[in-house]
């Protein structure tokens, strides 16, 4: 699941969204936004298969396993709040994402394939895990190779405009500091995330 290579627009079409953001998957579904499949009647989903949905968006848009989104339910369980905004909060914590939405990449799958290349530091040093929680105070950097830093570079002009609030980015040095905690605000994917715990308490 983590690293789903199959057709993306037909994600977007089933799950109802821009779940996966490259340019193909995106104008697939605005072509035609109806699941996939022939002769399409819309149905209204039970209760397990619209929680199974929302669940499934969460997987596909961060590119979770199933057991490392069950990792992040139990964490956040543990946690003060409310479960579904920590385990949202958890996703949104994880290098891969906030490269993404530093700018730094275009995608998440594009963020994460970088980022286990090696070309990406956290305060100065070699991380290759995508999955690693980023604390405030954090930098990410690009490493200091020409080829990345050409690369990065114009991946950082033509997303400009796409920065979170928890981070700041600094275009001169290629590099984004995280500066705080998510909210439930900062999460850029629309999901019911009650309907995700109440399924995945059963």
């Given at each position: 699941?983590?690293?789903?290579?199959?057709?993306?627009?037909?994600?977007?079409?089933?799950?109802?969204?821009?779940?996966?953001?490259?340019?193909?998957?995106?104008?697939?579904?605005?072509?035609?936004?109806?699941?996939?499949?022939?002769?399409?009647?819309?149905?209204?989903?039970?209760?397990?298969?619209?929680?199974?949905?929302?669940?499934?968006?969460?997987?596909?848009?961060?590119?979770?396993?199933?057991?490392?989104?069950?990792?992040?339910?139990?964490?956040?369980?543990?946690?003060?709040?409310?479960?579904?905004?920590?385990?949202?909060?958890?996703?949104?914590?994880?290098?891969?994402?906030?490269?993404?939405?530093?700018?730094?990449?275009?995608?998440?799958?594009?963020?994460?394939?970088?980022?286990v290349h090696g070309h990406f530091l956290v305060n100065g040093a070699k991380v290759d895990k995508p999955s690693y929680q980023?604390?405030?105070?954090?930098?990410?950097?690009?490493?200091?190779?020409?080829?990345?830093?050409?690369?990065?570079?114009?991946?950082?002009?033509?997303?400009?405009?796409?920065?979170?609030?928890?981070?700041?980015?600094?275009?001169?040095?290629?590099?984004?500091?995280?500066?705080?905690?998510?909210?439930?605000?900062?999460?850029?994917?629309?999901?019911?995330?009650?309907?995700?715990?109440?399924?995945?308490?059963?």
């Amino acid at each position: 699941m983590g690293h789903y290579t199959g057709p993306k627009a037909r994600i977007n079409r089933r799950l109802g969204g821009v779940i996966y953001e490259n340019r193909g998957a995106i104008k697939g579904y605005d072509r035609r936004a109806t699941p996939p499949g022939m002769h399409n009647r819309p149905r209204r989903p039970s209760n397990y298969g619209a929680a199974l949905m929302e669940k499934q968006k969460i997987k596909h848009y961060y590119g979770l396993g199933e057991r490392q989104l069950r990792r992040y339910f139990e964490t956040a369980k543990h946690m003060k709040g409310n479960t579904g905004e920590q385990l949202m909060i958890l996703c949104e914590r994880r290098l891969d994402n906030v490269v993404r939405r530093a700018g730094m990449a275009l995608t998440r799958p594009q963020a994460r394939q970088g980022i286990v290349h090696g070309h990406f530091l956290v305060n100065g040093a070699k991380v290759d895990k995508p999955s690693y929680q980023l604390r405030p105070g954090d930098v990410v950097s690009v490493r200091n190779r020409e080829k990345l830093q050409i690369l990065y570079r114009s991946i950082l002009g033509e997303n400009g405009s796409q920065i979170a609030a928890f981070v700041s980015q600094d275009p001169e040095t290629l590099s984004a500091s995280f500066d705080s905690i998510p909210t439930a605000e900062d999460v850029s994917l629309p999901v019911d995330v009650n309907m995700v715990v109440e399924f995945m308490s059963r």
